[in-house]
């Protein structure tokens, strides 16, 4: 699933963490952000660290947003956030994740802190969209003036 479309907003690279099979929030992601008008190339699912960065340094997108649904994105989440802000080139890169953090189903305020500290501009717990939406919004004015 490496799909990227010409359209004139944001670009915005969507990928899964290197254990989530999942798709569906992936797609779903995509849809979502292209009806924003934004450009979206989406990696897919199992996507390890490295390959992240490799398309980020050549894609260089306005926006990183990572998805897990298996309940692993805490630590999948730091292993690729730590890939990333390794990389000076990426060092500026806006990265997000969300979905399910860890497999308790619990808000955990302290998982939350440890991301943002290792280099996430955000993070959204649970489907957090309204907030997500607003992130994406205040992207979209900035890249079109």
């Known amino acids: 699933m490496n799909l990227t479309y010409a359209i004139p907003g944001p670009s915005i690279l969507v990928t899964g963490t290197s254990s989530d099979s999942h798709t569906w929030n992936l797609v779903y992601l995509q849809l979502m952000l292209e009806e924003m008008g934004c450009r979206v190339h989406n990696l897919g699912a199992c996507v390890p660290p490295a390959l ?3 398309e980020c340094l050549g894609d260089n997108p306005d926006l990183v947003v990572v998805s897990s649904v298996n309940g692993h994105g805490f630590h999948d989440g730091l292993r690729l956030i730590e890939e990333l802000r390794a990389r000076p080139e990426l060092a500026g890169t806006p990265v997000v994740i969300g979905g399910k953090l860890s497999t308790d189903g619990l808000r ?3 998982l939350v ?3 943002r500290a290792a280099g996430y501009d955000a993070v959204f717990e649970n ?3 309204t907030r997500f939406r607003t992130l994406v ?3 979209s004015a ?3 003036s």
């Open 52 to 54: 992240v960065a490799a």
């Open 108 to 110: 955990n305020v302290g």
């Open 113 to 115: 802190r440890r991301l």
């Open 127 to 129: 489907g957090d969209l």
């Open 137 to 139: 919004g205040r992207l």
């Open 142 to 144: 900035r890249v079109a």
